[in-house]
């Protein structure tokens, strides 16, 4: 599960050096007006990440209950580039073989995140999950942004990967994940076969090593304040609330 965490803390987000606070200031909630003006948030994460898929349904729950809006973009992040696109062996041989974990404590581990991820209603099933490089899948999340369809075709790889055991490495699958969303099979395809996309993976990985990010999942609001992990929903409400205030004033 690589450098993915449940926790984390509130950051700075404006250069790699800076620090600062999202959470934890007075209660702004009454300092939010009946103004409209959406947060901006820009998410860090991966398609391998457990805790990214839990990380996004607590934020979820979060903008639900904000009740404004909320402008989302996902930015790619890979938790472990040097991954082969046919790993021999489940997720207990890799965490076992290549992060050096006892294969008793990994399959605990598993056991203890598939039971936080159904607190949350995901159904985890790290029997199947083929473990794999996800390049070509965030290559596929820049395709469907660039044809207004990101936030639903990363709601569809994250679903196939862990909880479906679905092939998210290779391009025919990807290319049938993207056609259920409705997104054109062919020019997904082609988008995948030429790497059209690369370039701006690499562009979000190179943003995130200015952030300083190191782990994901991690959100960045409006630019400025960041918050790592998957946090409790009152933590993303409160951090929503903070910086809509500030940004009707």
Not at 159 to 187: K, T, W
Request: with cysteine.
């Amino acid at each position: 599960m690589g450098r993915s965490g449940a926790g984390g803390r509130a950051r700075w987000a404006g250069t790699p050096h800076s620090r600062g606070n999202a959470v934890g200031r007075s209660a702004v909630a009454e300092a939010v007006t009946e103004s409209q003006n959406p947060v901006k948030v820009d998410i860090w994460s991966d398609i391998a990440c457990p805790w990214c898929f839990i990380g996004k349904r607590k934020f979820e729950d979060a903008v639900e209950r904000y009740g404004r809006p909320v402008d989302i973009e996902y930015h790619s992040f890979e938790l472990s580039p040097d991954t082969p696109v046919d790993f021999e062996g489940d997720e207990v041989d890799f965490l076992a073989k290549h992060k050096g974990m006892p294969a008793d404590q990994v399959k605990g581990m598993l056991s203890q995140v598939s039971g936080i991820a159904a607190e949350v209603g995901l159904a985890y099933d790290f029997e199947h999950l083929q473990h794999t490089n996800t390049v070509k899948a965030h290559e596929l999340l820049h395709f469907a942004k660039a044809n207004g369809r990101q936030r639903e075709m990363k709601e569809r790889l994250l679903s196939a990967y862990f909880e479906e055991g679905r092939h998210v490495g290779r391009i025919d699958e990807l290319v049938a994940l993207a056609a259920e969303v409705g997104l054109d099979p062919e020019e997904a395809r082609l988008a995948l076969t030429d790497a059209r996309h690369l370039p701006d993976v690499r562009a979000d990985q190179a943003q995130a090593q200015a952030y300083g990010i190191t782990g994901v999942p991690f959100f960045v609001l409006d630019g400025r304040y960041g918050i790592s992990g998957a946090q409790a929903p009152e933590a993303f409400l409160q951090a929503l609330e903070q910086v809509g205030s500030e940004a009707d004033r």
